[in-house]
C-alpha cells in the first residue's frame, strides 16, 4: 500500500504523525511525506520520502509573525480570525495541487492528512482517494452540547449559559471564523464544487474523510450529543525516538534522579510550549517566582527562547532550565505540571498520571484548559498571565488533595491500555481498504 502523510509544517501538527509513518514504513509499505521544507531533514531520518511544498506557504512556528507582521498585534478573536484565514484556510488550493503533483511522481492509494489542511473534501471528491485525518488537537467538530469554540468555555450548565453559548456562537459564526468559511467555500468552487457556506469549516475534516484519529480520549472531550462514528480516539500520538534521549533531556533526567539526596519533595514541570514562548514573563517567571523559595524542583522547558538569561537570573539550586526536555523521562517524576495548553503536552502529562496547572488563552489553547478543568485532572487559571501567587495557590491545590492525582492517574490507564500509533495504523488501512475501522476508545 502506498500511503502519503500531508501535514502542517507545525511541530505539533508534524511530530504526532511521525510514529505512524514509521509504524506503516516498518510494516512494509511505501511511505511519502508532503510537508514543508523545514521538516526535510526530519523525514529524512525517519526514512521516507519527502516530498517539499511548492505552492504551498511555509507557515512554522517561528516565521508567523515575520510572515504577518501585523499578526503579533492581535489577540483574542481578531488573532483566531486572522489565523484562520491567513495561515490555514488560503493554503486550500496550495496544498491540493501540490498533492496533485506529487500524486504523478508517488501514486499513493490513501493520504494521511494532519485535519487542519482541510483538503479532505477536494482529495476525496476532486481525486476519488481515501483520506483519514488525524486531528492532534481536541475534537472540533460542532455538537449542540460542546460549547463554540476558541472561548474556553465549559459546557452550558444552566439556561444563562446556553445563551451566552448561543451568542457567542454567532459571534463566531459571523465574525471570528467568517473569512476562513468564505475563503475556503470560494476555492471550493473553483472545482465546481458547492458546499454549504453556513457549516463550520472546522467540521469539514469530520465529513469528508473516511475516518478520523482523534489524539487524546473521549473522557477528555465534553459529553456529545451526536457521536460520530467515524471518529476513533487513539490516546497520545507521540513523537517518533528513534534512540536515546538528546543531551539536554539527559541532564535533565539526571538532575531528577538526584534530587531524593537533595530532599527535594516535589517536582514541578513548567513550559509554554515553542510558539508562545517568546515572552516567559507569561508562564515560565511567575511561576520560578511561585516555588524557588519552597522545597520543590522546578524543571522549566524554554522551547529555547532565553534560556541563558533565566539561567543568570534563577541560579538557585532548586531550578532547572533547559532549551528542551524530554517529557517521556521527566513525568514519570513529575508531581504537577504547569502549562499554556498545548494538547501534546497536556497529553503526555495525563499519559503519565500527572495533574495540570494551565494558563493559556491563544491558538486554542482555552478550548483545551477548558477540558483540563471539566475533567477534573487540573486547575484552569484562565489567563496567560497569572501571577506568581495564582500559580502558588493552584499547585498547593492540587498538591494538597489526592483526588487531582488519582482522576488524572485514573485518565493516564486508559492511555497505558492502547498502543495508540497501532491503533492509527489500523484505522488508515482498514480505510484504504474500503472497510471499517474497529471502535475507538
Known amino acids: 500500500m502506498k500511503v502519503l502523510l500531508a501535514s502542517q509544517a507545525i511541530a505539533g501538527h508534524f511530530n504526532p504523525m511521525t510514529g505512524i509513518g514509521v509504524r506503516l514504513k516498518d510494516e512494509g509499505h511505501d511511505v511519502g511525506w508532503y510537508t514543508g521544507r523545514t521538516f526535510a531533514g526530519r523525514v529524512d531520518e525517519l526514512g521516507i520520502r519527502h516530498y517539499p511544498f511548492d505552492r504551498a506557504i511555509e507557515h512554522t512556528a517561528d516565521n508567523l509573525n515575520e510572515l504577518y507582521p501585523q499578526r503579533a498585534k492581535l489577540k483574542g478573536p481578531m488573532a483566531i480570525r486572522f489565523d484562520g484565514e491567513r495561515i490555514f484556510a488560503s493554503n486550500v488550493t496550495n496544498f491540493f495541487e501540490d498533492i496533485r503533483d506529487v500524486q504523478q511522481r508517488f501514486p499513493f492509494d490513501v493520504v494521511v492528512a494532519d485535519n487542519t489542511m482541510f483538503i479532505q473534501r477536494l482529495l476525496a471528491v476532486v481525486l476519488g482517494k481515501p483520506v483519514v485525518s488525524v486531528v492532534p488537537i481536541g475534537n472540533m467538530e460542532s455538537d449542540p452540547l460542546v460549547p463554540p469554540m476558541f472561548f474556553g468555555f465549559a459546557p452550558a450548565r444552566t439556561p444563562a449559559h446556553r445563551i451566552i453559548h448561543a451568542g457567542a456562537r454567532l459571534v463566531s459564526d459571523q465574525f471570528v471564523t467568517k473569512p476562513a468559511r468564505i475563503s475556503y467555500v470560494r ?113 522549566a522547558a524554554t522551547g529555547g527562547a532565553g534560556t541563558e538569561e533565566l539561567r543568570r537570573r534563577y541560579p538557585e539550586p532548586n531550578v532547572v532550565i533547559e532549551d528542551y526536555i524530554d517529557f517521556a523521562q521527566v513525568f514519570p517524576f513529575t508531581d504537577v505540571f504547569v502549562t499554556n495548553g498545548g494538547f501534546g503536552g497536556v497529553l503526555l502529562a495525563l499519559s503519565h498520571g500527572v495533574p495540570l496547572v494551565t494558563a493559556g488563552l491563544n491558538e486554542g489553547k482555552n478550548d483545551v484548559n477548558a477540558r483540563v478543568a471539566y475533567a477534573g485532572v487540573g486547575v484552569n487559571l484562565k489567563t496567560e498571565t497569572p501571577s506568581a501567587a495564582a500559580i502558588r495557590s493552584a499547585v498547593d491545590t492540587v498538591l494538597g488533595d489526592p483526588s487531582w492525582r488519582a482522576r488524572a492517574e485514573a485518565m493516564g490507564g486508559q492511555f497505558e491500555a492502547e498502543d495508540s500509533v497501532g491503533a492509527a495504523v489500523d484505522v488508515i488501512k482498514a480505510a484504504a481498504s474500503g472497510g471499517t475501522p474497529g471502535a475507538g476508545a
Open 187 to 299: 476555492q471550493l468552487r473553483g472545482y465546481g464544487l458547492r458546499t454549504d457556506g453556513g457549516k463550520p469549516i472546522t467540521d469539514e475534516p469530520y465529513r469528508w474523510s473516511q475516518a478520523i484519529i482523534q489524539t487524546g480520549t473521549a473522557s477528555l472531550d465534553f459529553p456529545r450529543r451526536n457521536v460520530n462514528p467515524k471518529v476513533h480516539y487513539v490516546g497520545a500520538l507521540l513523537p517518533h525516538r528513534a534512540g536515546a534521549a538528546d543531551t539536554a533531556a539527559g541532564d535533565v533526567a539526571n538532575v531528577r534522579r538526584t534530587t531524593a539526596d537533595r530532599s527535594y519533595r516535589r517536582t514541578v514541570v513548567v513550559t509554554q510550549g515553542t510558539v508562545d514562548n517568546r515572552d516567559p514573563a507569561k508562564l515560565m517567571v511567575p511561576t520560578i517566582e511561585a516555588l524557588k523559595d519552597t522545597d520543590a524542583l522546578i524543571v
